[in-house]
């Protein structure tokens, strides 16, 4: 019996794609975060610990269940990656990120820069697919 003739191949088999995303650093796999990140990491995770034991104390263990199952629906609710993002306001009104007070809310947004690069609407929804791998676009040039 003959093996089938199939030319095996995967796509986005590569793990970072040079032409769509520029060379890969090295520096991020060896440097970890900064001190202060990682303890305010840290912090949030114990921080919401808390909060959830608090919570399955105070209304019984099925609430931070019931808490966990919307988020994950809310987290998973976008828009098709193109010109308009996700603005995932119920994901930021359950998590409390409604009240955070972040850079692009003083400086500027960061899609206004003049080195933004606007979405890939092809490869993000391959991203989304599964049939590529990497972020869904580049963010700056």
């Known amino acids: 019996m003959e093996a089938p003739k199939i030319i095996?191949?995967?796509i986005g088999g590569v793990r970072s794609d040079a032409l769509r995303f520029g060379l890969h650093g090295v520096k991020s796999d060896i440097v970890g975060s900064h001190p202060l990140e990682s303890a305010y990491q840290s912090a949030t995770a114990r921080q919401e610990d808390i909060k959830r034991k608090v919570l399955a104390n105070t209304y019984g263990s099925?609430?931070?269940l019931k808490m966990d199952f919307d988020r994950k629906i809310l987290s998973r609710f976008q828009r098709p990656p193109g010109a308009i993002p996700s603005s995932m306001l119920g994901f930021e009104?359950?998590?409390g990120a409604l009240e955070d007070f972040g850079v692009e809310d003083y400086l500027n947004d960061p899609r206004d820069s003049e080195t933004y690069r606007p979405?890939?609407?092809h490869h993000g929804m391959e991203v989304r697919l599964g049939l590529s791998k990497g972020p869904i676009h580049p963010t700056f040039i």
Request: hydrophobic share 40%; glycine share 0%.
């Open 8 to 10: 095996e191949h995967e």
């Open 93 to 95: 009104a359950m998590t």
């Open 119 to 121: 979405a890939d609407t």
């Open 62 to 64: 099925a609430f931070p």
